[in-house]
């Protein structure tokens, strides 16, 4: 257990302010000793504890050590980062003493570099005891003091490098709510995080306290009427407090959120009254890397009647546009996004599906991606989102060009590119799956009527099949293509068939191998009887191989070369559960988007592939 620090840390107050760079003007630099101690309980906290008791002891010989130079230790840039593993070991009693602590220089640690980070966790530890009501009033007591501190001084705080990410935690804490980390962290703080990244915002307190309440409405004048609001929309610290204060409201009262977002867009010149006026140019925030990352949350936040005034102000005429500049063209994905959800891709789909073979010619493909996720959403305009990629892609007419579909739209390259004549085919292995190709095809495959993505992958050779099997974007599209249950089996066996000269080099591969067990594990006994026939030629060898013997196993070969009847007794048990599984969780394979299409079970039939 470690224990206290020794006799030679009481130490007269001029000792003291030496030790922590008060006379060498060196602020957060501390003994070695002292330094040298910490280190020692970070290494305690990652080896663990023995029980309880061990536990909780050293615990509290830490914070007793913490007690009364809790802003001096926090301002160590290696202490800071220790401090931050300590604190949610700690209780609420000890995390409350040690908020205590920090509250008596408050000014200092939300302005220091190292300090910032220890206050900010000390906040979010502090709201989940307040949801557990351990200590509330002591909490809200403490947090309200450094609201108070905060809004005296919003102006200068809102721009700071590190306080305004104290405020962006504060206006959280307020409202009851944990913004994901996309939002408050850059990617760099991001992949440097040890714990668990928040993915999703999310509500951790339900029922905040009245005063809380009253101060995030303070915040939210004190940010929305400032003269300084057009010099925060282009400031990088300021635009993720604003982006926090959006989402906070999003999730605790819509009415208020809408006004945020109202006054912000009018602000930022989004609405500006109307299409003519917005037609000469775009909106500089649109186009601006700094203010984008605050514009895709407004238009994720906004209610139906904004989204519809947002369109028609800034963006009607202007779409074409947007999906082609560099940093617009995320905004303009989030726009399409929240058009699914709000029914309103009508315009959208007429503007932009004049534009795709310019938006493949600037390679922001995420757009089309968007507008396929959408079309899921929204069927009526599945054909016509086919036919404009298949033009854009040379691969419309004629018509036995649309057989190429899969290669081309795959690659994300035009017919033309591909093919330098209709009977010259380039060899399969210099065929390349982009990522967005595939998700593109996998998208494809959840449409209404999938008659050209299917005979498509029908057209396939064994070897391109092999090529695509193989690669890390193909193999999550061929998994999509098998585990398809609105795709009969006879079109499973017929492409199954054509790649079985090459099913044990796709066993052999990292992709490949993880296809043929998700086939295996989905299919039915006739498509594993294939595939287990096929690879129990070369049982042996498949075994032996670093990938192959997780195929090997999924597939049961050796009972399979061995004793068949106890193979086929045993998947068809597995069948019969999966079918079982399959029915009680209804029907929501028939339709992917989890909505209600009119008509779709009746016409269950007519849209499954002949």
Not at 351 to 371: N, Q, W
Not at 387 to 395: A, F, G, K, P, Q
Not at 565 to 577: G, R
Request: aromatic residues 6%; contains cysteine; glycine residues 6%.
């Amino acid at each position: 257990m470690a224990t206290p620090m020794d006799n030679s840390m009481v130490k007269s107050d001029h000792d003291k302010n030496d030790e922590f760079g008060q006379e060498s003007g060196r602020v957060g630099r501390v003994e070695f000793h002292i330094l040298g101690y910490f280190r020692r309980v970070s290494e305690t906290i990652q080896e663990g504890f023995e029980n309880d008791e061990h536990r909780d002891g050293f615990l509290q010989n830490v914070f007793n050590e913490t007690e009364g130079q809790e802003v001096k230790l926090c301002q160590n840039q290696t202490i800071s980062r220790i401090l931050e593993e300590l604190l949610p070991l700690g209780s609420s009693a000890q995390l409350l003493a040690f908020f205590k602590g920090l509250a008596t220089d408050l000014e200092t640690v939300m302005y220091d570099r190292f300090g910032a980070h220890v206050l900010q966790a000390t906040l979010m530890l502090s709201l989940g005891f307040l949801a557990r009501a351990e200590s509330p009033d002591a909490f809200a007591a403490l947090i309200l003091t450094l609201s108070e501190r905060i809004l005296g001084q919003v102006e200068s705080v809102v721009v700071d490098t590190y306080a305004s990410h104290v405020m962006g935690t504060l206006l959280q804490v307020l409202g009851g709510v944990q913004v994901a980390d996309k939002v408050t962290r850059s990617k760099l703080s991001r992949d440097q995080q040890k714990r668990e990244l928040v993915k999703e915002t999310k509500v951790v307190l339900q029922d905040i306290p009245t005063r809380h309440q009253e101060e995030l409405m303070s915040y939210r004048s004190a940010l929305t009427k400032s003269k300084q609001i057009e010099e925060y929309v282009s400031s990088p610290t300021a635009c993720s407090v604003l982006a926090v204060l959006v989402l906070v409201f999003q999730q605790k009262d819509q009415e208020q959120c809408q006004k945020v977002c109202r006054k912000i867009a009018k602000k930022c010149g989004l609405l500006t009254g109307g299409p003519t006026e917005s037609a000469l140019q775009l909106p500089e925030v649109v186009k601006n890397s700094v203010s984008s990352g605050l514009m895709e949350t407004l238009v994720d936040a906004v209610g139906e009647d904004l989204f519809r005034e947002l369109l028609e102000s800034s963006f009607h005429g202007n779409l074409l546009t947007l999906a082609k500049t560099p940093v617009a063209n995320f905004i303009l994905q989030h726009l399409i996004a929240r058009a699914a959800k709000l029914n309103q891709v009508d315009q959208i789909m007429s503007e932009l599906s004049l534009g795709f073979r310019d938006i493949l010619a600037v390679k922001h493909t995420g757009v089309l991606l968007h507008l396929a996720e959408a079309c899921v959403l929204c069927p009526a305009h599945q054909e016509s989102f086919v036919r404009c990629l298949l033009e854009s892609l040379d691969c419309y007419e004629p018509e036995e060009r649309q057989l190429k579909s899969i290669i081309v739209v795959a690659a994300l390259e035009s017919h033309e590119t591909l093919f330098a004549t209709d009977e010259q085919e380039p060899p399969a292995e210099n065929l390349k799956i982009q990522l967005h190709g595939s998700l593109l095809l996998q998208n494809l495959l959840k449409f209404q009527n999938k008659r050209v993505v299917v005979n498509g992958f029908m057209a396939l050779s064994g070897g391109e099949l092999k090529v695509i099997a193989c690669q890390p974007a193909g193999s999550h599209l061929l998994e999509e293509f098998m585990a398809n249950e609105r795709i009969k089996d006879k079109k499973k066996e017929t492409l199954l068939n054509t790649v079985k000269e090459h099913l044990f080099t796709i066993c052999c591969n990292k992709y490949g191998s993880r296809v043929i067990e998700s086939t295996f594990k989905t299919s039915s006994i006739k498509i594993k009887t294939i595939i287990a026939e096929e690879l129990s030629k070369r049982e042996t060898q498949l075994h032996s191989d670093r990938f192959g013997t997780f195929v090997h196993r999924t597939c049961q070969l050796s009972q399979y070369k061995h004793r068949r009847h106890a193979w086929t007794s045993s998947v068809t048990k597995d069948e019969k559960k999966r079918k079982l599984f399959a029915d009680v969780i209804g029907d929501k394979s028939e339709n992917p988007t989890g909505s209600s299409v009119s008509g779709t079970k009746k016409k269950k039939k007519h849209h499954k592939e002949s």
